[in-house]
């Protein structure tokens, strides 16, 4: 079955789906943008599994491209998937990384059992990865890694970043 890639302008913490993606700092202890957003939304619940994972797995924080999956704590979603973007590079191809975060946060929601997901824009914040290209590897890795959810969804914060999405859709 196709994967069904829908576009949604507003807010990933309000998003009534089984599994949301955090754009998270390796610390995995909540920061600005989305996974400032998230923390706080999601409650103290989210805090105390990140901290358990620190203290257990990720005791010099989560890698880059990797994902890990936490309670959703107050969240309308049952999970919260962690991934850690990419920094932007004009020096160095650091695109696969960023497919990467798509591509195990997909397997982290498979392994919970979650059809439906919703990922914010990763890296285009602070990380400064451009929107277009942003927009390019985010969709080709979800068409080609999505299948068997029944949506996949980004969740863009601005007319910008929607406008830029939906054309590269």
């Given at each position: 079955m196709p994967t069904h890639i829908t576009l949604v302008q507003g807010d990933i913490t309000e998003q009534d789906v089984e599994a949301v993606v955090n754009a998270a700092n390796s610390s995995l202890m909540g920061g600005g943008g989305v996974?400032?957003?998230?923390?706080?939304?999601?409650?103290?619940?989210?805090?105390?599994?990140?901290?358990?994972?620190?203290?257990?797995r990720y005791g010099s924080g989560l890698p880059t491209g990797?994902?890990?999956?936490?309670?959703?704590?107050?969240?309308?979603?049952?999970?919260?998937?962690?991934?850690?973007?990419?920094?932007?590079?004009g020096q160095e191809d650091r695109s696969?990384?960023?497919?990467?975060?798509?591509?195990?946060?997909?397997?982290?929601?498979?392994e919970l059992g979650a059809r439906t997901i919703a990922f914010p824009a990763i890296s285009t914040g602070v990380?400064?990865?451009?929107?277009?290209?942003?927009?390019?590897?985010?969709?080709?890795?979800?068409?080609?890694?999505?299948?068997?959810?029944?949506?996949?969804?980004?969740v863009l914060f601005g007319q910008r970043s929607y406008d830029t999405f939906r054309a590269a859709l």
């Amino acid at each position: 079955m196709p994967t069904h890639i829908t576009l949604v302008q507003g807010d990933i913490t309000e998003q009534d789906v089984e599994a949301v993606v955090n754009a998270a700092n390796s610390s995995l202890m909540g920061g600005g943008g989305v996974d400032g957003a998230i923390h706080r939304k999601g409650g103290p619940e989210i805090v105390a599994e990140c901290r358990r994972l620190r203290a257990e797995r990720y005791g010099s924080g989560l890698p880059t491209g990797a994902a890990v999956a936490t309670t959703a704590g107050r969240l309308t979603a049952r999970w919260v998937i962690h991934t850690v973007g990419p920094v932007w590079s004009g020096q160095e191809d650091r695109s696969e990384l960023l497919a990467s975060c798509h591509r195990e946060s997909l397997r982290a929601a498979r392994e919970l059992g979650a059809r439906t997901i919703a990922f914010p824009a990763i890296s285009t914040g602070v990380y400064r990865w451009p929107l277009d290209d942003a927009a390019r590897i985010a969709l080709r890795t979800l068409r080609a890694e999505g299948e068997g959810f029944a949506e996949v969804r980004l969740v863009l914060f601005g007319q910008r970043s929607y406008d830029t999405f939906r054309a590269a859709l």
